[in-house]
């Protein structure tokens, strides 16, 4: 009887020694469990704010690309702007240093006519010359070519150029008495100055 009891009483000591060692065991696997979840929940946290960080730099650089095509493209525009722009006001300069050269040429035209209406020899020379002459003012003015008003009209030093001052009544001071050689412009472009006598008198 005493022997079942001294095992019995060993078995409880037993027992008793190996119940707190498991439950500590118990209690340290939930701890490390615990701490484990926490491991990866701050993780996870970490991963989801470094991927929204990384998008809202992606926006900002689309946005800087988007910005950047937008000025270059308004740069492009005015460069072709501006290169259309000087590339017809160099055909406008070719074309009137041409019509200047031609000038002369409408002159002798012109002076070739005065003479033919003194001659008693007029006839079909002078027509001839009055339809060449107006061929020749026909193609100029669909070319942009204008003649300068200047006889009767006031003096205007921008498009005539005064060659002599003549006491006269028989127009308004200060306006052209008579052309001695026509002006012409080629669009707005002063091609030459009309070369006008200009009348002079006190009654104006």
Same mark, same amino acid.
């Given at each position: 009887?005493?022997?079942?009891?001294?095992?019995?009483? +060993?078995?409880?000591?037993?027992?008793?020694?190996?119940?707190?060692?498991?439950?500590?065991?118990?209690?340290?696997?939930? $701890?490390?469990?615990?701490?484990?979840?926490?491991?990866? /929940?701050?993780?996870?946290?970490?991963?989801?704010?470094? +991927?929204?960080?990384?998008?809202?730099?992606?926006?900002?650089?689309?946005?800087?690309?988007?910005?950047?095509?937008?000025?270059?493209?308004?740069?492009?525009?005015?460069?072709?702007?501006? +290169?259309?722009?000087?590339?017809?006001?160099?055909?406008?300069?070719?074309?009137?240093?041409?019509?200047?050269?031609?000038?002369?040429? !409408?002159?002798?035209?012109?002076?070739?006519?005065?003479? /033919?209406?003194?001659?008693?020899?007029?006839?079909?020379?002078?027509?001839?010359?009055?339809?060449? *002459?107006?061929?020749?003012?026909?193609? !100029?003015?669909?070319?942009?070519?204008?003649?300068?008003?200047?006889?009767?009209?006031?003096?205007?030093?921008?498009?005539?150029?005064?060659?002599?001052?003549?006491?006269?009544?028989?127009?308004?001071?200060?306006?052209?008495?008579?052309?001695?050689?026509?002006? *012409?412009?080629?669009?707005?472009?002063?091609?030459?100055? $009309?070369?006008?006598?200009?009348?002079?008198?006190? /009654?104006?």
């Amino acid at each position: 009887m005493a022997k079942r009891n001294g095992k019995s009483e +060993a078995a409880n000591l037993d027992l008793e020694h190996e119940l707190p060692a498991a439950a500590e065991s118990g209690a340290e696997t939930g $701890a490390s469990a615990g701490r484990g979840s926490a491991g990866r /929940s701050s993780a996870d946290s970490a991963a989801g704010a470094g +991927a929204v960080s990384e998008v809202e730099q992606l926006k900002a650089e689309r946005d800087a690309l988007l910005d950047r095509v937008a000025r270059l493209q308004a740069e492009f525009d005015n460069a072709r702007k501006r +290169a259309v722009r000087e590339q017809q006001e160099f055909r406008e300069f070719a074309a009137a240093e041409v019509i200047k050269v031609l000038l002369p040429a !409408l002159d002798s035209f012109e002076r070739a006519l005065k003479a /033919s209406q003194n001659a008693a020899e007029a006839g079909e020379f002078r027509n001839g010359i009055e339809l060449i *002459y107006r061929q020749f003012q026909d193609a !100029l003015q669909k070319a942009g070519v204008q003649a300068i008003a200047s006889v009767g009209q006031p003096f205007d030093p921008r498009v005539h150029e005064a060659i002599e001052m003549v006491d006269t009544t028989d127009v308004p001071d200060h306006h052209v008495l008579d052309e001695l050689q026509r002006g *012409y412009k080629f669009k707005d472009r002063l091609l030459r100055p $009309a070369m006008v006598r200009v009348a002079r008198n006190s /009654s104006g």
